[in-house]
T-cell receptor, first 108, second 112 residues
């Protein structure tokens, strides 16, 4: 099956700092999503981004499908950005395979 | 924005008991899924359901598990005889054919 690697596994930032999270995957995909898992365990969909670049406020994401990686950028981080960020990939109609996640802690 | 609704949000059950986790997918979605996440681990696929039948299942989804779409709106996951290792967060998800998944808020199952 598809392998998904996320880096770094843990990240600690001061409020206001910027960060880049990376997701590498082992095979061609046509579905890639970034999720934020909040402290209550909910999976919040951030981006559906099988290719290209998208922005939503302080967050943006870029997927280079031909090179099998995706990046999630968080600018001017806030304490509410803390949690686990998951990358998940899949092919048409099939299961999503999740990475191990990046645990982000933003300190005031 | 349309949501996937899961009930209950928390459930505690005795080992060996049957549990049914309920989900209401987004109304125009055709593909339905269950995933689970054991505490501190990554999210794992359990089963996908399309056109009133299972389309794919993982090795985790053994004979103790079953899924059903009893009417036009609900999608359920049944665990026949719960074990301690079934304790996890269970997520329901749905999607259309050409967009990403929408996940519900999860049901936290604790088996004691």
């Amino acid at each position: 099956g598809i392998q998904v690697e996320q880096s770094p596994p843990d990240l600690i930032l001061q409020e206001g700092a910027n960060s880049t999270l990376r997701c590498n995957f082992s095979d061609s995909v046509n579905n890639l999503q970034w999720f934020h898992q909040n402290p209550w365990g909910q999976l919040i969909n951030l981006f559906y981004i099988p290719s290209g670049t998208k922005q939503n406020g302080r967050l943006s994401a870029t997927t280079v499908a031909t090179e099998r990686y995706s990046l999630l950028y968080i600018s001017s981080s806030q304490t509410t950005d803390s949690g686990v960020y998951f990358c998940a990939v899949g092919t048409s109609g099939s299961r999503l395979t999740f990475g191990e996640g990046t645990q982000l802690t933003v300190n005031p | 924005e349309p949501e996937v609704t899961q009930t209950p949000s928390h459930q505690v059950t005795q080992m060996g008991q049957e549990v049914i986790l309920r989900c209401v997918p987004i109304s125009n979605h055709l593909y339905f899924y269950w995933y689970r996440q054991i505490l501190g681990q990554k999210v794992e696929f359990l089963v996908s359901f399309y056109n009133n039948e299972i389309s794919e299942k993982s090795e985790i989804f053994d004979d103790q598990f079953s899924v059903e779409r009893p009417d036009g709106s609900n999608f359920t996951l049944k665990i026949r005889s719960t074990k301690l290792e079934d304790s996890a967060m269970y997520f329901c998800a749905s999607k259309t054919s050409n967009y990403g998944y929408t996940f519900g808020s999860g049901t936290r199952l604790t088996v004691v």
